[in-house]
């Protein structure tokens, strides 16, 4: 499908859940296109809940988004969807069949491919509605399913952010392959995530895989620093409480590390989150949670930490680092995917293997024997993001994509 160009290019965002407080990538991508001059909507498959919206950009974003589980939920906007698709019998009965092609083995996974073809309906009487002339979903899972579907009952172009470990992990059963083929292009948000799509797509698709980094807005971590007074070392972490995380990983590590001065702040929630308090209990004061921050808070927090420390097993390219660098705060990560593309060992902080916890450590004492107390590190790394992780730069490069298509090449060109 190719949208006319006569026609003035309005977009559409669609993920999963928006706002989420681990998704203001999103929210930040949107706003710098926005910036860019692009009319930009958004729509989500799931409300979040209040506890998403601690911010006021984030309170406006929820008022604004379009709810599709939502409408879905209500009888007459459904069957009233239902009638608009059949006005045109063919296409809604080819959708159809693709979404029941799509399906993956089990009567359970058959159902999904309904809903979400009962929401891909929902969808494409929205789109029409707010004139919509292409659509772009984060990640490729359900929500790009529906996405799809949409695209095909709305006759717009589509395209996909493809992200980490958990649209990697399951390419057959999310049919990564078909969703590439179909896709205007895929914004794939590293090398690595461009390589795993590589293999498992035609040759003759590469050309549709661009890599466009997630990025943050250097000036917003750019106030100074208060480190603490008396010596000691703070260390931060920010993300969902989750197992993926590393968490337990990290409060061993500091079992291990006989000093007072040395103490870790955890910002999120989750269900890991009482197992979590439990085993850091006999660390007392050493270990504090704080819940969801907003990003202003997050912002103000990480102004006072001597570093960041993401112990995860599973990532992209963590928006966290970015934020702990462009703060000029050295970080501590674990050497997986997508992380080394960021983080250079020993320049802007310390990559280690994921699940050891003594070279965990390790890395925690190097950190604090430095001179300058990472300093020299954190200004490294601050330059980094404004160069390459910078969101302002990269939603040029995403605007290029809407407005041009594919670009020949890795990285779209926006000054050509």
Request: net charge neutral.
């Amino acid at each position: 499908m190719t949208s006319d160009t006569k026609t003035p290019l309005r977009v559409a965002y669609l993920t999963g859940e928006y706002p989420a407080v681990s998704h203001t990538f999103i929210l930040r991508e949107i706003e710098a296109l926005r910036a860019q001059g692009l009319d930009v909507r958004t729509a989500s498959i799931r409300r979040t809940g209040p506890e998403h919206h601690r911010g006021a950009a984030e309170q406006k974003a929820a008022r604004s988004t379009f709810y599709v589980l939502q409408t879905a939920k209500q009888l007459l906007p459904l069957l009233s969807a239902q009638a608009t698709a059949l006005r045109r019998p063919g296409r809604y009965f080819k959708t159809l069949a693709r979404a029941w092609s799509l399906r993956s083995a089990g009567l359970k996974a058959a159902l999904y491919q309904l809903f979400y073809f009962a929401e891909a309906t929902i969808l494409a009487r929205w789109i029409a509605q707010e004139q919509i002339t292409h659509l772009h979903n984060h990640f490729a899972g359900p929500s790009a399913n529906v996405s799809m579907l949409a695209a095909d009952l709305a006759e717009v172009d589509y395209s996909f952010t493809l992200h980490g470990p958990a649209d990697l992990s399951e390419t057959t059963r999310w049919r990564l392959r078909e969703k590439i083929a179909q896709a205007r292009f895929v914004a794939c948000i590293s090398h690595y995530a461009r390589s795993q799509a590589m293999l498992v797509s035609d040759p003759e698709d590469w050309p549709r895989l661009q890599i466009i980094h997630c990025g943050v807005t250097p000036a917003l971590y750019g106030g100074p620093r208060e480190l603490p007074q008396d010596g000691s070392t703070h260390l931060v972490f920010v993300g969902r409480l989750a197992p993926v995380k590393g968490l337990r990983v990290l409060i061993e590590a500091l079992t291990q590390i006989d000093d007072p001065d040395i103490r870790l702040t955890i910002v999120g929630d989750g269900k890991e989150r009482r197992p979590l308090e439990a085993m850091a209990a006999p660390l007392a004061e050493r270990v504090h949670f704080t819940g969801y921050l907003s990003q202003d808070e997050v912002a103000a927090l990480l102004a006072t930490a001597s570093a960041f420390v993401l112990p995860s097993f599973a990532e992209g390219v963590p928006v966290v680092l970015m934020e702990a660098l462009a703060a000029g705060i050295p970080v501590i990560a674990t050497r997986i995917t997508g992380v080394p593309e960021l983080v250079e060992d020993g320049d802007f902080g310390f990559l280690v293997p994921p699940g050891d916890p003594e070279a965990l450590a390790q890395a925690i004492r190097r950190l604090g024997a430095l001179a300058d107390g990472g300093a020299s590190m954190g200004a490294a790394g601050r330059a980094r993001v404004e160069q390459d992780f910078n969101i302002a730069k990269e939603a040029e490069r995403l605007a290029y994509l809407f407005q041009q298509g594919a670009s020949d090449e890795i990285r779209p060109n926006t000054l050509r």
